[in-house]
C-alpha cells in the first residue's frame, strides 16, 4: 500500500506560479512512477505530467508543455510539479498517482494504469 499527499495548491492569478508536492509513505518509492493528472468541474480527469521511477524520463500533456515542470526527490519521497504561467483553464483538483514498476525509464500518461492516488489538491487561476 502506498499513501500520497499532495499538498501546495491555491488560488493564484494568471500568470502566478504554484509548486504542488506529492509525498509517498508506505513503499519504496523508487519503485514507482509517478503522474499527475487534473479535474476540472464536469469534466474527464486528464493528464498533466508524469515522471519514471528514475527520473529521468519525463512527459507532459501538449497544454502544459513549456509551462509545467515534473521532477522527483526519491531521498524524500517526494514528487514536485512546478507550474509557472498559470492560466484559467488550469483550474482543477490536481491528483498525483503511482504505479509500482520494473521500467526505469517509462511512465504512463493513463489514469487507468495508476494504481494508488491522493486526495487531491485545488489550483484555482483567476483571469
Known amino acids: 500500500q502506498v499513501h500520497l499527499v499532495e499538498s501546495g495548491g491555491g488560488l493564484v492569478q494568471a500568470g502566478a506560479s504554484l509548486r504542488l508536492s506529492c509525498v509517498a509513505s508506505?513503499?519504496?518509492?523508487?519503485?514507482?512512477?509517478v503522474g499527475w493528472f487534473r479535474q476540472a468541474p464536469g469534466k474527464e480527469r486528464e493528464f498533466v505530467a508524469a515522471?519514471?521511477?528514475?527520473?529521468?524520463?519525463?512527459y507532459y500533456a501538449d497544454s502544459v508543455k513549456g509551462r509545467f515542470t515534473i521532477s522527483r526527490e526519491n531521498a524524500e519521497n517526494t514528487v514536485f510539479l512546478q507550474m509557472n504561467s498559470l492560466k484559467p483553464e488550469d483550474t482543477a483538483v490536481y491528483y498525483c498517482?503511482?504505479?509500482?514498476?520494473?521500467?526505469?525509464?517509462?511512465?504512463?500518461?493513463?489514469?487507468?494504469?495508476?494504481?494508488?492516488w491522493g486526495q487531491g489538491t485545488q489550483v484555482t487561476v483567476s483571469s
Open positions: 498517482a503511482s504505479k509500482f514498476t520494473f521500467d526505469r525509464t517509462g511512465a504512463s500518461t493513463s489514469p487507468t494504469d495508476y494504481t494508488y
Open positions: 515522471i519514471s521511477r528514475s527520473g529521468g524520463s519525463t
Open positions: 508506505g513503499r519504496t518509492f523508487i519503485n514507482y512512477a
